[in-house]
């Protein structure tokens, strides 16, 4: 249940519906199996799996919708050796070269044939929507896959109005202030041992782990002029996490603390009730972090709302 990764999106407008509306509209896209000749699907599936029926859970204001993505995966070397096998066995049996148009339709009919066959990949993408703050946060590993999900529910929905969460200071000179001057770190910050720094024009990209952030190595690539577009961070007694300069937030570890409190949770062996409960202790402290990080940052910016 714990999210590993967030995308963050503010909500313009945000739509008022109920609970019950809303459950009935995730239903009418939820999730059906891949037909034979289909590449790829997304719909709408229980969070709680097969322990419970329900497409939305809302705690305090908090609702966990969970998408299912599932696509062919048809390995483009195997279409073309097929594609030139059979075009070799034409060539000879009639005779002539065969003609760019006619490799394609072989392209496009071997690719039909085989696309059944292929192995299927399943994913789960799971979506916080914080009513009350009108914002929206993907478990997704990158901005594409986020952008689907938030592509269904715009579908579900019939409108949807949201941009990427952003701030008045950009995570690039936000960090790289915070790795060049010690005193510029706010008090609860605590630096991870893993960052990503990037130089302007094409020196290329210099990734490191398992550093000391603040030795001699990285203060000098420092100051040579890169700026840090990923840096590792620990919120103490909450998260840690790899801030990315799109303010997405990666590599999300909770804290043991955390954990812990929900382990010993009550839930009578009651799944559903396990979901919720993991979900609105991480939401609360995801709620909390991302308020400081945007303090951290100058506040918010003013994103002008786009069109549905």
Request: hydrophobic share 40%; net charge negative.
């Amino acid at each position: 249940m714990w999210f590993k990764n967030l995308h963050l999106y503010r909500l313009h407008d945000a739509p008022a519906i109920t609970l019950e509306a809303l459950e009935e509209a995730l239903s009418e896209q939820a999730y059906r199996p891949l037909g034979g000749s289909e590449a790829r699907r997304l719909g709408w599936c229980p969070p709680a799996g097969r322990h419970g029926e329900r497409h939305v859970h809302e705690i305090q204001g908090h609702r966990l919708l969970s998408a299912l993505r599932q696509e062919r995966l048809l390995p483009a070397g195997v279409v073309r050796e097929e594609v030139e096998a059979r075009a070799a066995d034409r060539e000879v049996a009639e005779g002539r070269p065969l003609p760019r148009k006619e490799k394609q339709a072989l392209k496009e009919q071997v690719y039909e044939e085989f696309l059944p066959r292929a192995f299927v990949r399943s994913q789960r993408i799971e979506l916080w929507w914080d009513t009350r703050q009108s914002m929206i946060g993907v478990n997704a590993s990158s901005r594409k896959r986020a952008e689907e999900i938030l592509d269904l529910l715009r579908q579900t929905l019939g409108s949807l109005k949201v941009t990427p969460l952003s701030s008045r200071t950009t995570p690039i000179r936000a960090m790289t202030t915070w790795l060049t001057d010690t005193a510029s770190r706010p008090p609860m910050l605590m630096l991870g041992d893993q960052v990503e720094l990037k130089a302007q024009g094409d020196d290329g990209v210099l990734r490191a782990r398992q550093v000391d952030l603040d030795g001699d190595e990285i203060q000098t690539v420092l100051a040579g002029g890169r700026q840090a577009t990923r840096l590792a961070m620990e919120l103490e007694g909450q998260l840690s996490l790899v801030l990315h300069d799109d303010l997405a937030l990666k590599s999300l570890r909770f804290a043991d603390a955390l954990i812990d409190e929900a382990s010993q949770t009550d839930d009578g062996d009651d799944a559903v009730l396990r979901l919720e409960t993991d979900f609105v202790l991480m939401a609360q402290t995801l709620s909390a972090v991302i308020e400081q990080l945007i303090d951290w940052l100058g506040g918010e910016a003013q994103a002008t709302a786009p069109s549905p």
